[in-house]
């Protein structure tokens, strides 16, 4: 892998009960002593010996670690598998020499590879092998690119609308500085010195806004570190800082040009007479593009909230609360169950060999002729686990013996059975797993990303398996209860029970993070594109301070006055705000993507969006009118 060793023999990792450290792990670990030799225990059950210590992986990798254990130690405690049709759950790679094309290896590699497995889809499973590049794996990702491009246009929507907001703000108080300009001609300044003049003062301001961004990000350090998944270091190093000076730069020229041309450009006699300013048709495409944004955000917001809680709050075919469980391995497993069912906090005990939030074992089902139909995902349970996890059953019954088996409604739909499935037997192509006794409901396991798959339950005696107990109220302190009990009881092992709940919240904690930023996002450009509106309609205001004073003369009331200010921005609100509703829906159809369980997504959502948006716009525009609709037309033409 190009790992640097600092020290040891890579070739030890040959043998059983050795592993590796990382340099960081290594001096908080054994502090300035040498770490080679010294013994760590894995669960403290398997006594290991520290045979050498690498270089730490950088943090941008998707394969950190702190500790590698060797593989012969997998083959010792028969914890998986490694044959040619079987341990497809490791990750292999393959060092090419110099100025090899992989191309070259993936036309010859399956020459090989078949002549130990076969090439035989009439089995209904054949298995070819493919070479791709490793920093490709990450970036070809189609859940990371899709993921990517969301960001990308959340963080793009709230930078421009930014910009487009200072824009806005600088150039409507023009009417307030074009004398100060034009003094400054007087003085012997040029339209480029006015130019650099607005460039300096947009970077000092950007400059400043900077510091206080940095201020921000380290006092809510932890809080930004756990929003993106990574420390400020890893965020902020040599490698990536040119994208936010990137930015910062476009942001500078950006805002700084636009306003810099535009007051360069007032002509001298502006200290002679008052600047008036008739056209306002410049400020709607800024007005409709900060609208357009909050929209697109607002709708996204929506959607990923919506689709968070669809996640968090649907029915598992299981109850998670109060679920608690831990991996452990007791010498009799009905020893261990019959030992936790008699702790007073505990209320009843299940065995499995895996839980239902990371998926199960996958093993191929065959048909009468020995062909592979499908892929089953099967699984190992004692004969309580079912009443424990709260699966119900759609007929049949629970499994009493080694011989019997469950399935799920996905598993007959797959087989394509009619006439029920109690009493039929299943086989792969090494063993029959038993003869079907139940049919469970479909019930949610691998997340909500994966779709229904057939399911398989055998009923077995295990000796290492996931200890599930059902708590009694209250969770949280009985939890804690429980932990210490087997701290207590165990002292030589490192048996901890952990809430289902909160593996399971842990287990979208991407999302919950992506929804974290969406709201942030959607706050900050809400307030941003309030400033610019409140902005908008003050110049407004002033603008027209003179016609709307001879309209209430001439009879108009201040309702008049109020739907005169509101129409004028109308049409621009409604356009931009359904444009960037229907952006947001298009981009939140490929997020949703991601989710085999997805919210129903329906157009009314939008619509609401849309509706919501206006309301406030329209209620913001006559909060910030109601004065002038209200004052004495007198006080607006007494100084003419």
Not at 609 to 615: A, F, M
Request: proline letters at 4%.
């Amino acid at each position: 892998m190009g790992i640097h060793v600092l020290m040891g023999d890579p070739r030890e990792l040959a043998n059983p009960d050795v592993l590796f450290v990382s340099r960081e792990f290594a001096r908080s670990t054994f502090g300035d002593e040498s770490p080679v030799g010294k013994t760590l225990s894995l669960n403290k059950e398997i006594s290991m010996t520290v045979k050498g210590v690498y270089e730490d992986i950088p943090e941008n990798s998707t394969l950190r670690h702190d500790v590698v254990i060797s593989l012969g130690s997998l083959i010792k405690y028969n914890w998986g598998s490694i044959s040619w049709n079987r341990g497809d759950m490791y990750r292999g790679y393959v060092r090419l020499r110099p100025g090899v094309d992989p191309e070259q290896v993936n036309k010859r590699i399956n020459v090989i590879t078949h002549q130990h497995y076969p090439f035989e889809p009439e089995s209904g499973i054949a298995v070819e092998y493919q070479l791709t590049p490793i920093k490709s794996v990450y970036t070809r990702n189609k859940e990371v690119r899709q993921m990517n491009l969301l960001l990308f246009m959340l963080g793009f929507s709230l930078l421009f609308v930014a910009a487009m907001n200072y824009v806005l703000i600088s150039i409507s108080s023009l009417y307030k500085r074009a004398k100060a300009v034009g003094v400054h001609k007087c003085s012997g300044a040029t339209g480029g010195d006015i130019f650099l003049m607005f460039l300096q003062e947009t970077g000092i301001l950007l400059g400043v806004s900077v510091v206080l961004a940095f201020v921000l990000l380290f006092t809510f350090r932890e809080g930004i570190e756990d929003l993106i998944g990574v420390s400020m270091q890893g965020l902020f190093n040599w490698d990536t800082s040119w994208l936010p000076v990137c930015v910062v730069l476009l942001l500078f020229l950006f805002a700084g040009v636009i306003p810099g041309k535009i007051f360069s450009a007032i002509p001298v006699t502006q200290v002679f007479r008052r600047y008036t300013e008739t056209k306002s048709g410049w400020k709607r495409p800024l007005l409709f593009v900060e609208f357009a944004g909050v929209a697109f955000i607002f709708g996204l917001m929506c959607m990923i909230m919506l689709q968070y809680q669809q996640i968090m709050n649907k029915d598992l075919g299981y109850k998670p609360d109060p679920i608690a469980t831990a991996y452990h391995r007791f010498s009799d497993a009905e020893a261990g169950r019959s030992l936790l069912k008699r702790l007073p906090m505990v209320e009843d005990v299940g065995i499995t060999m895996i839980n239902p939030l990371w998926g199960y074992a996958g093993d191929g089902v065959v048909n009468e002729s020995g062909v592979r139909i499908f892929t089953v995902q099967w699984n190992i349970i004692d004969y309580n686990y079912l009443p424990v996890m709260g699966i119900e059953l759609a007929e049949g019954r629970n499994v009493r013996s080694e011989e019997e088996i469950l399935v799920n409604e996905e598993f007959v739909r797959a087989m394509g059975w009619t006439d029920g499935a109690i009493g039929k037997q299943v086989h792969s192509e090494r063993r029959m797993f038993g003869t079907i006794v139940g049919v469970m409901k479909d019930f949610s396991f691998n997340g909500a990303y994966a779709p229904m798959q057939p399911v398989l339950f055998t009923a077995d005696d295990m000796y290492q398996a996931q200890y599930t107990v059902r708590l009694k109220e209250p969770f949280d302190n009985n939890l804690r209860a429980l932990n210490l009990e087997m701290k207590e009881m165990f002292p030589q092992n490192d048996i901890v029970f952990r809430s289902l709940r909160n593996e399971l919240n842990e287990r979208y904690g991407s999302v919950r993070r992506f929804r974290d930023s969406v709201i942030i996002a959607s706050l900050s450009i809400f307030l941003i594109a309030l400033m610019g509106l409140f902005g908008y309609i003050n110049e407004e205001i002033r603008r027209r301070s003179k016609e709307i004073a001879i309209r209430k003369v001439n009879g108009a009331e201040s309702k008049d006055i109020l739907i005169l200010l509101s129409s004028n921005i109308f049409w621009t609100a409604f356009i931009s705000v359904s444009l960037g509703a229907v952006a947001a829906y298009f981009i939140g159809q490929k997020w949703l993507e991601h989710f085999a369980d997805k919210i129903n997504h329906t157009v009314f959502m939008y619509i609401g969006v849309i509706l919501v948006l206006n309301v406030i716009i329209h209620l913001a525009v006559m909060f910030k009118s109601r004065n002038i609709a209200n004052e004495n037309p007198v006080d607006s033409i007494k100084d003419e």
